[in-house]
């Protein structure tokens, strides 16, 4: 990971901060993710956001999976906590409270390409998208070989839970709901559900790390 990492939310709204990420994608920790996603959006004829440099690319420890692709991707070109979104910004704030660091997340979408019409609002994602995305899954997990833990955020990124458990039998594996504005404001129970996920993640992390670092 290379770069400053923002201490607030939105802070690529600032076209400064979104031309100084862009400098950054070149960097060789995101390099096989990014053709991962080039070759996505090749055969889906559809954008696919690349992963954020200053996460850890295939260095991550703990992948999060969001639902689709959002329409601040369109402007910002990245999967991020760092959008100028309500759910970018409430994502970045349940991470930093749960002090997982930077450098060890991956953020990803169960459906990677942009679904929605130009112009148009997100949508959720229909049953035939969710099937068409499924084998790309897959050549991600071969991309994180140190990977300890998965996140999945929301239903839809939820029904992936059976692929991992094929793929990477073992991997612990945590739902949690969509850190959406729409879904964190809807009772209280939902952000604290979203904290504890987000805790247990973390407790994973530190648990693995210190097993690496006794091994």
């Known amino acids: 990971m290379t ?8 802070s690529l709204r600032d076209p400064a901060a979104l031309a100084a990420r862009r400098a950054l994608v070149d960097a060789p920790h995101i390099a096989p993710i990014r053709a991962l996603a080039r070759r996505i ?6 954008p696919v956001p690349d992963p954020d440099p200053l ?32 759910t970018a910004a409430n994502l970045f704030r349940f991470l930093a409270e ?15 390409w942009v679904i929605h019409a130009p112009g148009a609002l997100n ?7 969710l099937r068409a995305a499924e084998p790309y899954l897959g050549p991600l997990l071969d991309l994180l070989p ?4 998965a996140v999945l955020a929301g239903r839809f990124a939820g029904e992936a839970r059976p692929a991992f458990e094929a793929l990477r039998p073992g991997l612990p594996v945590v739902g949690v709901p969509h850190p959406s504005p729409t879904y964190v404001c809807t009772a209280p129970a939902v952000p604290e559900r979203i904290r504890a996920g987000m805790a247990e993640a973390a407790v ?8 690496i670092a006794a091994s």
Request: glycine share 12%; proline share 9%.
């Open 3 to 10: 770069g400053l990492a923002p201490d607030q939310p939105k």
């Open 41 to 46: 959006a090749d055969e889906r004829r559809a």
């Open 55 to 86: 996460d850890g690319g295939v260095n991550a420890r703990m992948l999060l999976l969001l639902e689709t692709p959002g329409p601040a991707v369109v402007r910002t070109g990245f999967v991020t906590r760092d959008s100028a979104t309500g």
């Open 98 to 112: 749960a002090g997982i660091p930077r450098a060890d997340t991956l953020i990803w979408n169960v459906v990677p």
């Open 123 to 129: 949508r959720a994602p229909r049953r035939a998208e």
């Open 146 to 149: 140190g990977l300890a833990v």
């Open 204 to 211: 994973i992390l530190r648990t693995s790390r210190a097993g």
